[in-house]
């Protein structure tokens, strides 16, 4: 039996070619690798002294939010928390 070019499927007659891509460098799927990473970027943010805040926003202050971070050179969580410190230290003048 020939061997078809393009005949893909037949790993016995593939097996000594290269095969594109990085080879793989972690034995844990995908997934658990993506919970370890997470695990350890909340360690790293709670040794900052960084705490989460969630928050849901109509998309057109998405996008202003977006549009002033971009002009200040901030990302869109520096400027959040610029504007949440100046907004609470002019309500602590006000009291």
């Given amino acids: ?29 995908r997934s658990e690798q993506m919970k370890q990473n997470k695990r350890r970027q909340l360690q790293r943010d709670k040794a900052r002294g960084l705490r989460r805040i969630e928050l849901k926003v109509e998309d ?11 002009k200040a050179g901030l990302s869109r969580s520096q400027l959040i928390e ?8 002019h309500t602590e003048k006000d009291v």
């Fill in 82 to 89: 610029k504007l949440l410190q100046d907004a609470l230290s």
């Fill in 60 to 70: 057109s202050v998405y996008d202003a939010l977006n549009k002033r971070a971009e």
């Fill in 1 to 29: 039996m020939a061997k078809e070019t393009t005949d893909t499927v037949t790993i016995d007659l593939f097996q000594h070619q290269r095969r594109p891509g990085r080879p793989r460098t972690n034995p844990l799927s």
